[in-house]
């Protein structure tokens, strides 16, 4: 199983990036997908999920009206939307795949990075101020 993430760079304060995370020797729609990011000196965090049918999307607070999460199961790929970029969101993006029942995930436990099976090696965001 492949997780790669890719689309990050260096963008300014204010300005869009869409991350790309492609699938590979998995069976993709079986999955839910999760972004989380890890900023210079802190832990990784949890920012987004997609249900493995697209319906439900959780995102935390501080992206919420920024970022959009879709997935095109077709393609085995799932994106992320940044826009009105901010240098807190400065990080490495990891995406991850997690096979959990709906119940279970969308009680809380897309938040634990101990529900995702697999996870990408991850992208680089910079925002400049």
């Known amino acids: 199983v492949q997780l790669q993430a890719s689309g990050g760079g260096l963008v300014e304060a204010g300005g869009s990036l869409r991350l790309s995370c492609a699938a590979s020797e998995l069976t993709f729609s079986s999955y839910h997908m999760g972004w989380f990011r890890q900023a210079p000196g802190k832990e990784r965090e949890f920012v987004v999920a997609?249900?493995?049918?697209?319906?439900?999307?959780p995102y935390v607070d501080s992206v919420k009206g920024r970022f959009t999460i879709s997935r095109d199961n077709a393609k085995n790929t799932v994106y992320l939307q940044m826009n009105s970029l901010r240098p807190e969101d400065t990080a490495v993006y990891y995406c991850?795949?997690?096979?959990?029942?709906?119940?279970?995930?969308?009680?809380?436990?897309?938040?634990?990075?101990?529900?995702?099976?697999?996870w990408g090696q991850g992208t680089l965001v910079t925002v400049s101020s």
């Open positions: 997609i249900s493995w049918g697209g319906g439900r999307t």
């Open positions: 991850a795949a997690a096979r959990t029942a709906p119940p279970t995930y969308f009680s809380g436990s897309f938040r634990s990075e101990k529900s995702y099976n697999y």
